[in-house]
């Protein structure tokens, strides 16, 4: 089974406080490190969503 990474409430913060106290190209880079790891999420989301989808599929016409 897959065991992913979670960012808890402490990385959080610490991310957002690194993001306050850095310089303006710094916080440009965290910025669109954000927005990368939003697009790959939906992109996941996106997929898993397709996968189930076929698989209920595949399962149903196996029942009729």
Same mark, same amino acid.
């Given at each position: 089974?897959?065991?992913? $990474?979670?960012? @808890?409430?402490?990385?959080?913060?610490?991310?957002?406080? /690194?993001?306050?106290?850095?310089?303006?190209?710094? +916080?440009?880079?965290?910025?669109? $490190?954000?927005? @990368?790891?939003e697009?790959?999420?939906?992109?996941?989301? /996106?997929?898993?969503?397709?996968i189930?989808?076929i +698989?209920?599929?595949?399962?149903?016409?196996?029942?009729?």
């Amino acid at each position: 089974m897959w065991q992913g $990474f979670t960012v @808890d409430e402490k990385d959080k913060k610490a991310f957002l406080k /690194d993001f306050k106290d850095a310089d303006i190209d710094t +916080k440009l880079d965290m910025w669109f $490190f954000a927005l @990368d790891q939003e697009g790959l999420w939906e992109e996941m989301l /996106d997929q898993m969503s397709k996968i189930a989808r076929i +698989k209920q599929l595949r399962a149903m016409q196996k029942k009729s």
